[in-house]
C-alpha cells in the first residue's frame, strides 16, 4: 500500500468509526498527542480518553453522521501525507449541517499509520 492509499484508508476507518460511535476503532484512527487547528486557537489531546467526547461536543446534539468527500492528496513522503478534506456533517433526518475543509496530515509511526494533526475551518 503507498502512503497515500493508507492515508486514505485511514481516513475512512475515522468516518466509519465515528459514525458507528466505536470510540475505540476512532482511537485506532489518530496518534497521541493528537493536534487540531481551528481558527486561531489550538487543541491538543495528550490521551485519547475524552476525544469522542470533545467531538460530540463540538458537533452538537443534532449531528448523527458525518462524510469525507472531495479528498485531495497535498503531498505524499514514505512517513507523511496532507490531504485536503471536505468534512460534511448531518443530522439524523439526513440534513446537513456543516461543510467545512480540513488539511489532515497522517504519519507512519512505530509501524502504523494514524492522523497526527489536523487544521480546519470549521467553526467548533
Known amino acids: 500500500m503507498t502512503p497515500e492509499q493508507a492515508a486514505r484508508a485511514v481516513m475512512a476507518a475515522h468516518i ?3 459514525n458507528a460511535r466505536d470510540e475505540r476503532a476512532l482511537i485506532e484512527t489518530l496518534h497521541f498527542p493528537h493536534y487540531r487547528l481551528s ?5 491538543i489531546w495528550d490521551t485519547p480518553d475524552v476525544y469522542f467526547a470533545d467531538f460530540r461536543a463540538r458537533a452538537g446534539s443534532a449531528w448523527a ?4 468527500v472531495d479528498i485531495r492528496l497535498q503531498q505524499a513522503a514514505a512517513n507523511k501525507v496532507h490531504l485536503d478534506v ?4 448531518f ?6 449541517l456543516a461543510a467545512f475543509r480540513s488539511l489532515w496530515v ?16 470549521a467553526e467548533k
Open 39 to 43: 481558527g486561531t486557537a489550538l487543541k
Open 16 to 18: 466509519a468509526a465515528l
Open 91 to 96: 443530522d439524523g433526518q439526513g440534513a446537513r
Open 65 to 68: 453522521r458525518s462524510e469525507a
Open 86 to 89: 471536505e468534512i460534511r456533517r
Open 106 to 121: 497522517f504519519t507512519l509511526e512505530e509501524a502504523r499509520w494514524a492522523a497526527k494533526f489536523r487544521s480546519s475551518f
